[in-house]
Nanobody, 124 residues
Framework: VQLQASGGGLVHPGGSLRLSCEESGITLDGYAIGWFRRTQDKEREGVSCISTRDGSTYYADSVKGRFSISRDHTKNTVYLQMNKLRPDDMAIYYC??????????????????WGQGTEVTVSS
């Protein structure tokens, strides 16, 4: 299983980015796919998650109303649309699969396969 995260970059505060997580090796059906982020000051934080079983989602309180997760099963890709970005959103973002269960959570220890990360910089 390989995960390829992409879409990071530099954006001004208030701007938007869309991250992509493409999985190869197996289909995503039956899993949960999560987005996490890490900074130098913080441990890996759960940002969002989507269940491929029923499409249910999870969002951290800090991103609710600004971020949106979606999935294109034909492309085996999960997206994280990030709007109204703030400086405290600046981090390396990772996607991961949770194979033990198709249900979402924000706990990184429940996730198995991790991508290499894509960096998001929010700065004026």
């Amino acid at each position: 299983v390989q995960l390829q995260a992409s879409g990071g970059g530099l954006v001004h505060p208030g701007g938007s980015l869309r991250l992509s997580c493409e999985e190869s090796g197996i289909t995503l059906d039956g899993y949960a796919i999560g987005w996490f982020r890490r900074t130098q000051d913080k441990e890996r934080e759960g940002v969002s998650c989507i269940s491929t079983r029923d499409g249910s989602t999870y969002y951290a309180d800090s991103v609710k109303g600004r971020f949106s997760i979606s999935r294109d099963h034909t492309k085996n890709t999960v997206y994280l649309q990030m709007n109204k970005l703030r400086p405290d959103d600046m981090a390396i973002y990772y996607c991961a699969t949770k194979r033990i269960s198709p249900w979402c959570s924000g706990y990184s220890y429940e996730f198995d396969d991790w991508g290499q990360g894509t960096e998001v910089t929010v700065s004026s």
